[in-house]
């Protein structure tokens, strides 16, 4: 009896020795949407509205990138069940590439947000307890705002990311995957295809 009453009070004091691990499962609405706001104004700061050079503007943009991002969720994701086929080293490479894939293609693209500012609507909960919708319009001229979601999951180590964003009602995370499924069925190269044709459509944008 004496052995028993050791063991739970032992398995008790674990349990309360690492609450975070519980606490971090669930993410909290308000944290989630200051998260977003702080990575939106710092693009708009940083890139979109600073007055640097061309370059600096790019490097600042891959920092954020790379930061915001969940790149091996989001990696993991667009290429469905190919990932678990990859190798290692394709995983690696894939990431990499489609890293460098988005960078370059956003970077170009940064004339089309100058002046505009993101609008905060609130957030949706999501059927998974670590992620959250953070809900975002963009005024723009003569039109209807844009609706921007961004998918939000908190990690394992505390911090939030971003794994998808929604724009317009399509989300870009299972517009790469259909896309890239696809690709890799009609390409006998597969994974290695895929890779080889983002790193040439990366040089040419």
Known sequence: MKNIKNIIIIALAIFMAIPNVYANSTADAIKAENFIKDITNKAINDVINAEVSKEEKNNNFEEIFKSALDLKFIAKFVLGRNWRTASKEQQEEFIKTYSDFN????????????????????????????QIFVNTQVPMDNAEPAKVIWRVKLTKSGEYKIIDIIAEGVSLAMTARNEYASFIKTNPEGIDALIKDLKDKTKKL
């Open 103 to 130: 960078i370059k293609f956003w970077s170009n693209r940064f004339d089309e947000f100058t002046g505009k500012k993101f609008e905060f609507v609130g957030t949706k909960a999501s059927k998974s307890k670590s």
